[in-house]
């Protein structure tokens, strides 16, 4: 019973088109992320959402909306997708809001834009 | 500003050596660390943290790490690796009075036969 899961694994798709990312937790926790990991394996914060309310948005172009229709799920909403948006997306989850928390990733989405 | 150093992009180990990784931070709180690892085509794998306490703390798979304050150092150690151990490794830091976690650019370990 997975933890932390994300559908689809794997996105091919051109450039233009409007793509979805959905991410569910069991945990329980109150706290969800998107992280986007770049080819050279950087990890950058885009999103997190506390209990449905957006409390992080880095410096992430509007093409991108994340939407928490319950703390159990977080979703990332792509619109008119360029070259540069292909990366490896990851859903994390952790109990709170606070820096101290593990987090528990899923095991990512990997979108490849032609 | 809130920095993760991880000073070693690639480290090549043979089987049976001995491993650290190198970690240090620049932190206005007091600290939260973590050591993540990202095995192929997998998510991220919690395999230790330090909150508070003894500074050596004990994680999954025969890993530890040490805390020094002074250093502001967290580095990953173990006494000997396995092929499996071949992976990308992630230091991060956070704070209980923050939102986020910072990663560092990751370490890629190989391992040699």
């Known amino acids: 019973d997975t933890a932390v899961s994300q559908t689809p694994k794997y996105l091919v798709t051109q450039m233009g088109n409007d793509k979805s990312i959905k991410c569910e937790q069991n945990?329980?926790?109150?706290?969800m992320y998107w992280y986007k990991q770049d080819s050279k394996k950087f990890l950058k914060i885009m999103f997190s959402y506390n209990n449905k309310e957006l409390i992080i948005n880095e410096t992430v172009p509007n093409r991108f909306s994340p939407k928490s229709p319950d703390k159990a799920h977080l979703n990332l909403h792509i619109n008119s997708l360029e070259l540069g948006d292909s990366a490896v997306y990851f859903c994390a989850s952790s109990q709170d809001r606070t820096g101290a928390n593990v987090l528990t990733f899923g095991a990512g989405s990997r979108l490849t834009v032609l | 500003a809130q920095s993760v150093t991880q000073p070693d992009i690639h480290i090549t180990v043979s089987e049976g050596a001995s491993l650290e990784l190198r970690c240090n931070y620049s932190?206005?709180?007091?600290?939260?660390l973590f050591w993540y690892v990202q095995s192929p085509g997998q998510g991220l794998q919690l395999l230790l943290k330090?909150?508070?306490?003894?500074?050596l703390v004990q994680g999954i798979k025969g890993f530890e790490a040490e805390f020094k304050r002074s250093q502001s150092s967290f580095n990953l150690r173990k006494p000997s690796v396995h092929w499996s151990d071949a992976a990308e490794y992630f230091c991060?830091?956070?704070?209980?009075?923050?939102?986020?976690?910072?990663f560092g650019k990751g370490t890629r370990l190989h391992i040699l036969p």
């Open positions: 330090y909150f508070s306490g003894d500074t």
């Open positions: 991060a830091v956070g704070a209980l009075r923050d939102d986020k976690i910072i």
């Open positions: 945990l329980g926790h109150d706290t």
């Open positions: 932190y206005g709180a007091t600290p939260y």
